[in-house]
């Protein structure tokens, strides 16, 4: 799919995901530093950690879709890609890290300080996710499976028109923006229990969801061989939050703890079948339709999530007011 041209200014090119990203920097910004002012947090280091985040979530972003793809920058392409920034090459886990790394620059070595700068940020992180999946869609990206000819879901926003083919695809970018606008509004009422709560919060339920979403592309993404990037490091980064609410209940409760860890770890290993089975691998789930193994893969899904907001249920059940 081709990205869609909104104007020429002279010899430059601006593209409608573009303008989307621009739009979605110059509101969530704003309300970064506005929740971070709510907080109370010091009003100079939140106001530079917004330029920061904007920069390193650039810089990171194209750093790791780089690195993603090394061989192919090395052998095909030229060492110098990793220095061309504006190349449109990008990979959104690489732009969260830019953003980790911008607020602990910016808390200048406050203790707890960066944490709580990225929990205060976190709804308006989900909502320039948002942005950036809809920009994704704009620039001719994040569609899944053509459709059949004539269905009713051949429309926006169920479908995406492919001008080359002119067929139907799934617009699987507009769910990922949809959730994701659900993750900021879930967000928006909850309080971080401790520095990096909301922050490890809204990782965790964003890559349990990008694990079945990242199956379903059928367009252009990462690999490593024949496995998908994002979902390898959605799935450690499920494993990571799980660890570190692990370490905040750790006084109590084992036999859920070791519950919660042992469902994780059969649902982990039932996607990676459940991946396997969609392209005919695996022997005993041939009987499963590839949309079967995705109605799996989505409850698997949905396990994890439930798996991380349990975990994260227990922090309050260990911890104890002396008043």
């Known amino acids: 799919m081709d990205p869609i041209l909104l104007l ?6 601006i593209y409608a995901h573009q303008a989307m990203i621009c739009a979605g920097i110059l509101l969530c910004a704003p309300l970064a530093v ?20 904007v920069l390193m979530g650039f810089l990171f972003a194209h750093l790791f879709y780089c690195l993603a793809c090394l061989s192919y920058v090395l052998y095909d392409m030229s060492p110098a890609v990793f220095f061309r920034f504006w190349d449109g090459r990008y990979m959104l886990y690489g732009g969260m890290a830019g953003c980790a790394l911008a607020a602990w620059l910016a808390a200048k070595r406050v203790r707890g300080l960066a944490l709580r700068m990225m929990d205060a940020a976190a709804p308006a992180g989900a909502l320039m996710i948002a942005f950036v999946r809809i920009a994704e869609g704009l ?8 459709l059949e000819e004539g269905s009713p879901f ?11 083919y002119e067929e139907w695809a ?34 965790g339920l964003y890559a349990a969801g990008q694990i079945v ?20 490091i959605s799935a450690a980064l499920v494993l990571f939050v799980l660890f570190c609410y692990t370490l905040r209940a750790r006084r109590r409760h084992a036999a ?17 079948l459940l991946e396997f089975a969609v392209e005919g691998r695996v022997a005993f789930l041939l009987f499963l339709s590839p949309q079967g193994c995705y109605i799996a893969m989505t409850g698997a899904c949905l396990a994890l999530i439930g798996c991380v907001c349990r975990m994260r249920a227990l922090y309050r059940s260990t911890t104890f007011c002396i008043r």
């Open 170 to 203: 799934w617009a699987l970018f507009f769910v990922a923006a949809g959730y994701a606008v659900f993750l900021y509004f879930f967000l928006t009422t909850r309080k971080s229990r401790f520095p990096g709560d909301r922050t490890l919060w809204l990782t």
């Open 256 to 272: 859920q703890k070791a519950l919660y860890w042992i469902v994780c770890g059969a649902v982990l290993t039932l996607c990676l």
């Open 213 to 232: 979403l990242e199956s379903l592309r059928r367009d252009d993404f990462l690999r490593w061989g024949f496995v998908r990037c994002s979902q390898v």
């Open 154 to 164: 051949a429309r926006f926003p169920f479908a995406v028109l492919d001008n080359f």
């Open 139 to 146: 620039q001719g990206n994040g569609y899944g499976d053509y």
């Open 8 to 13: 020429t200014i002279g010899k430059t090119a």
């Open 34 to 53: 506005l929740a971070a002012r709510k907080d109370g947090l010091p009003g100079k280091n939140t106001v530079l950690f917004a330029p920061l985040a």
